[in-house]
């Protein structure tokens, strides 16, 4: 399928896909190696979140899933990020990174807000901001090979596209100090004892139990599911905003260049692991 | 209640099977002090998931900065057993 033959109920862009069938959306990550967000992912994001208000008339839930092998996402471009930021003084590359995050907050926002049932199948690696896209959905569904990990402490900043304030909200924050200070990675099954995933399927199961939950909330009225949902699920708007401010800080110290320039010149193909 | 206690030999020998069955390698070839980054030719995405199975194997956690620099299945198995 090319551009052109893209409609509202099927697209098909450089870094994801979206369908629509029988009351539920699957929006699937196709973007190698990782689904690395970068300003590509970001531009087909807006995309969706463009279309979503009438998709939305059409649906009771929406499933994120990723096509890729190595997992949900590996997380934001550094790579991408890196070479913006020498490409320009440090004082245009924090506004060029304040207006990223702007708009990757204003999609994680909405996909958050949005009245439909959300659900996040995940498999492989979800790291960092692959991590907080997950967090902006209602349900985690875990592939019981899948990992969680924020590792932004090792670049010396702090996840940015909503994470800590997301992450909060829904579990302890002595889970929440352990997974942001050590940077760790935690399994499907950890995931599920803390509270993060709601359901942990058998490895390659994630995408088929997502369908099968995101089936049953289409027998729901959509008018008391969504109220339900915004009733126990408010957004953290004055954190989320604070934390934009924070990573803007942080990001301006000469350690965060050095450690992304440590991260480009890896020769690992996962560099941004432990 | 009667509690199991894994020996390290055991728990070497688990390590080395799951390992050859999951990357599909010989099990006579995989010795205990083997680095398995090379003996098994992984990168560290496959580290990782060979951490996951391992953690699902035993039923244990094994932090990140606890198997990092480990190369071993050797070394492996001790920080496994520190565990069980």
Request: include cysteine.
């Amino acid at each position: 399928m090319n551009e052109l033959t893209n409609t509202m109920d099927e697209y098909k862009g450089k870094s994801l896909s979206w369908s629509v069938a029988d009351g539920v959306i699957e929006l699937a990550l196709d973007r190698a190696p990782a689904n690395e967000i970068g300003l590509a992912m970001l531009e087909d994001l807006e995309r969706f979140i463009t279309m979503l208000p009438a998709l939305e008339l059409k649906a009771s839930a929406l499933i994120i899933y990723s096509k890729q092998k190595a997992g949900f996402s590996a997380g934001a471009d550094l790579r991408e990020l890196y070479a913006q930021a020498q490409k320009m003084e440090m004082a245009s590359a924090v506004k060029g990174v304040r207006d990223f995050l702007n708009r990757i907050h204003a999609v994680m926002n909405r996909l958050d807000t949005s009245p439909l049932t959300t659900i996040a199948a995940v498999h492989g690696v979800c790291f960092g901001g692959g991590f907080e896209l997950a967090l902006a959905c209602d349900l985690i569904v875990a592939d019981k090979m899948a990992r969680f990990c924020f590792p932004e402490l090792r670049l010396g900043i702090i996840p940015c596209f909503g994470g800590i304030p997301r992450l909060k909200r829904d579990i302890g924050n002595a889970v929440v100090r352990d997974l942001l200070l050590t940077g760790r990675s935690i399994n499907a099954t950890k995931a599920l004892a803390v509270g993060l995933a709601s359901q942990v399927a058998a490895e390659g199961e994630a995408l088929r139990v997502a369908r099968s939950t995101a089936a049953q909330t289409t027998k729901f009225d959509r008018t008391t599911a969504a109220a339900a949902k915004e009733f126990i699920k408010p957004l953290p708007a004055e954190e989320l905003r604070r934390e934009i401010e924070l990573f803007c800080e942080l990001f301006t110290r000469p350690a965060v260049m050095e450690a992304l320039l440590k991260f480009v010149e890896s020769t690992d193909a996962m560099p941004y692991l432990p | 209640m009667n509690v199991i206690v894994k020996t390290i030999e055991q728990t070497t020998e688990e390590i080395l099977t799951l390992a050859a069955t999951h990357f599909k390698v010989p099990r006579a070839g995989l010795q205990a002090s083997d680095d398995f980054y090379k003996k098994l030719g992984i990168d560290s995405l496959q580290a990782l998931e060979l951490l996951t199975r391992l953690e699902n194997h035993f039923g244990v956690e094994l932090p990140d900065y606890e198997v990092q620099g480990v190369s071993d299945f050797s070394t492996l198995a001790s920080r496994i057993q520190a565990r069980l």
